[in-house]
């Protein structure tokens, strides 16, 4: 079992930053991968970043460029830096991570909102 806690969701005015953190019961060089979703009101839920257990990172086109994922070198915990944010980007955030088995864990989404 896999517990993601995330945090650092807000309120934040366009172009302006914000840092999600997903904390993880378990090491994550244990696990295949972790990354973050999100999911805007009346839309489906769409992958931001992945970040593997051997470093390898992928992002959607729509953040390239703006948003980083990373983890610490512990391995519990993995980041979302977010810059130059837009309305668009307004979204509940939620963790995921796949294990070994490729089944997934979820965490219980963290709100961000991009508004003047």
């Known amino acids: 079992q896999v517990q993601l806690v995330e945090s650092g969701g807000g309120l934040v005015q366009p172009g302006g930053s914000l840092r999600l953190s997903c904390a993880a019961s378990?090491?994550?060089?244990?696990?295949?991968?972790v990354g973050w979703y999100r999911q805007a009101p009346g839309k489906q839920r769409e992958l931001v970043a992945t970040i593997t257990t051997g470093g390898n990172t992928n992002y959607a086109d729509s953040v390239k460029g703006r948003f980083t994922i990373s983890r610490d070198s512990a391995g519990n915990t993995v980041y979302l830096q977010m810059n130059s944010l837009k309305p668009e980007d307004t979204a509940v955030y939620f963790c995921?991570?796949?294990?070994?088995?490729?089944?997934?864990?979820w965490g219980q989404g963290t709100q961000v909102t991009v508004s003047s």
């Open positions: 995921n991570a796949q294990n070994l088995a490729m089944f997934n864990y």
């Open positions: 378990v090491s994550i060089f244990g696990l295949r991968y």
